[in-house]
């Protein structure tokens, strides 16, 4: 006889409505194809059509080929398994430089299975005790706060005002943190059409929570998801290039192609150049030492 199990013995993320709120959405886009949800941040249909994967097959390994691989060569890049951070990451780095001004070298970038898979990886790396915390702009995108919530660490709200998020107000909420005797190790913000609000944090906003950020001793979470795709000619710097154009390295940047090329594919990516040195002052980069955590989730 097949044993029965309490649901309310299983982990709170499993009953989680916010964490449900995900497959709903997708439920509800596979049962009705034709209605147009704001809600899941779901590409439009139209923009894809299957015979474009044989094309970027094809792109990719002419690529490959202008390298040098040998034909067996890049059958192994494509099918077996490979550097658990990725094999593109020198292609996400160019594309950074090219669209973002975000200077970075190709060992700094993970690959991932999606944002969210970067968003578990960053987190558990970045808290290693109890009274780790992270701050994140409130409303929230459920998939960070649902991610936080598997791992057991704590999120603590930083209210968005009217016209985005408030770097004197995290500033705040660090220093309470703090007092408390917690350790706020990362901010998590959207800047470019924020996740629920669409609100967008201006220049001057962006530059002040990097100082912020420095003075309270906080990495940033950078997610950008929507930075690509504004309605008009509004320059939006990302935080990461503002961050690096300082000479700073204080912002982890989270980003995807979920929303641009082949969403089902699940291609995200980290861009984590921070410097992690150990014990024996071995000097590291972060992508690299986060490549751990990685390897026990998609191998």
Do not use: W
């Amino acid at each position: 006889m097949t044993a029965e199990l309490r649901r309310e013995d299983l982990h709170v993320a499993v009953r989680d409505p916010a964490a449900a709120s995900m497959n709903f959405l997708n439920e509800v886009a596979a049962r009705f194809p034709d209605a147009v949800s704001l809600a899941a941040g779901r590409p439009y249909d139209g923009f894809y059509v299957a015979d474009d994967v044989e094309r970027y097959l094809r792109v990719y390994r002419d690529h490959l080929a202008g390298t040098g691989l040998s034909a067996s060569a890049i059958d192994r890049t494509l099918l077996q398994y490979g550097r658990t951070n990725g094999v593109i990451g020198d292609l996400i780095a160019r594309t950074l430089a090219v669209d973002e001004g975000i200077e970075v070298p190709a060992e700094a970038v993970m690959v991932t299975a999606g944002c969210q898979e970067a968003m578990i990886v960053a987190l558990r790396g970045l808290c290693a005790g109890p009274d780790d915390v992270v701050l994140a702009v409130e409303p929230c995108y459920v998939g960070f706060t649902g991610a936080a919530r598997i791992l057991g660490i704590e999120v603590v709200p930083v209210p968005e005002v009217a016209d985005g998020l408030d770097p004197e107000a995290v500033l705040r909420v660090a220093r309470e943190v703090r007092a408390s005797g917690r350790r706020a190790r990362a901010l998590y913000v959207v800047p470019n059409f924020a996740n629920p609000s669409g609100v967008s944090m201006a220049v001057a906003a962006r530059r002040r929570l990097l100082e912020v950020a420095s003075e309270a001793g906080l990495l940033i979470l950078e997610d950008d998801p929507y930075g690509l795709f504004g309605l008009d000619d509004e320059a939006r710097p990302t935080l990461k290039a503002l961050d690096g154009a300082a000479g700073g390295r204080s912002v982890i940047y989270l980003g995807s192609f979920a929303k641009s090329v082949f969403p089902g594919a699940r291609v995200g990516f980290l861009v984590a150049d921070q410097v992690v040195v150990d014990g024996a002052g071995r000097r590291t980069l972060l992508a690299e030492e986060l490549s751990t955590v990685k390897s026990m989730v998609t191998v």
